[in-house]
């Protein structure tokens, strides 16, 4: 297995949609059974006494991969049974990947929290644990897990926009006062 494509911005701000994507191709010479990927850090926990859960947001989950119910439900968007949800917190899965074939993910986020984070991601050939998706180090010998991550920083502040009336665009920066 091999990461084709990874991005995540370096720079965000608080209340600011943003994207994270991956590109997995199946290198290999079998079909892998189910691709799945698992982000470690869209949390963080949170040391205050008495939470009913310790664990806390850092990133808000607006869409996750897979498919999305058409049309979307009005009070929230509710995806398929088709989409990449697992019984696990954090991992999403796409069904199988035959060689040579790729499988996108993409998830829609807004940052809640400043700081700066690691964010870390591990590519699964399956669920179960019996399938395992490494990356071959070419020449080697050896083989390594499909795994990745992105430096952020997330502004306490989020940029000043406004929408130009002229173009319907978001711009960013204050609107231009009128004389």
Do not use: C
Not at 42 to 59: G, K, N, V
Not at 62 to 70: F, I, R, S, W
Not at 117 to 125: G, P, S
């Amino acid at each position: 297995m091999k990461v084709v494509r990874a991005s995540f911005p370096a720079q965000q701000s608080i209340a600011r949609q943003t994207k994270l994507e991956l590109r997995v191709r199946n290198t290999g010479s079998h079909t892998v059974p189910t691709v799945a990927v698992t982000i470690d850090s869209f949390e963080y926990t949170s040391h205050y006494p008495e939470l009913a859960d310790d664990q806390r947001p850092i990133w808000a989950i607006e869409q996750g991969p897979g498919t999305v119910a058409k049309p979307p439900v009005e009070t929230e968007e509710v995806s398929l049974s088709a989409g990449a949800e697992t019984a696990y917190v954090n991992t999403w899965a796409m069904g199988s990947l035959a060689p040579g074939q790729t499988r996108s993910f993409a998830w829609r986020v807004v940052p809640v929290k400043s700081g700066s984070y690691t964010v870390r991601y591990t590519v699964a050939a399956g669920l179960s644990g019996k399938a395992k998706a490494v990356a071959d180090a070419r020449g080697s010998g050896e083989s390594s897990p499909v795994q990745g991550q992105f430096a952020v920083d997330v502004a306490a502040t989020p940029k000043l926009t406004h929408v130009n009336p002229s173009t319907g665009r978001v711009e960013v920066g204050q609107f231009p006062s009128s004389p």
